[in-house]
């Protein structure tokens, strides 16, 4: 069952950062178009993206992480490289919330950032994905 759990786990987690690297990327296009169709399309493309596939893809992440914790606890609760990967997908989570804050923004046409700062914030989500990724595999401490 474990690993059944953990292979559809990392198949979530792949999903969500697939629409975190992709949603920030169509506010940079977003925030750059200026003719009424093109912010319409995005409108629809960033509502669809957020609510079709990033939002279930990080529930189905967190419950299906917890689930794991919860059948081999004893793995993951010492560990303090899981205490730090544990504070990395809270970081995770906030962007999560930042980025439907701009979608809103969008969709009520009042956002104020520029394609600059979308294209800066949608280089978050990696260095998040480096240190995940470095604390499950390698567990430097």
Avoid at 38 to 51: G, T
Avoid at 93 to 106: E, K, N, V
Avoid at 131 to 140: E, L, R, S
Wanted: charged share 15%.
């Amino acid at each position: 069952m474990y690993l059944w759990v953990k292979a559809f786990h990392i198949i979530a987690v792949i999903c969500w950062f697939a629409a975190l690297f992709y949603l920030p990327r169509l506010f940079v296009y977003h925030a750059m178009s200026d003719d009424q169709a093109s912010i319409d399309r995005f409108k629809i493309m960033e509502r669809k993206l957020y609510r079709g596939i990033m939002t279930p893809s990080a529930v189905v992440a967190v419950l299906l992480g917890a689930w794991i914790v919860f059948l081999t606890p004893q793995i993951y609760l010492t560990g303090a490289w899981f205490h730090a990967k544990l504070t990395m997908v809270g970081l995770l989570i906030i962007y999560h919330g930042m980025c439907g804050r701009h979608l809103r923004a969008f969709r009520d046409d009042k956002n104020t950032k520029s394609h600059v700062y979308f294209r800066w914030f949608n280089e978050m989500p990696v260095f998040l994905l480096i240190g995940i990724i470095i604390m499950v595999v390698v567990k430097p401490f």
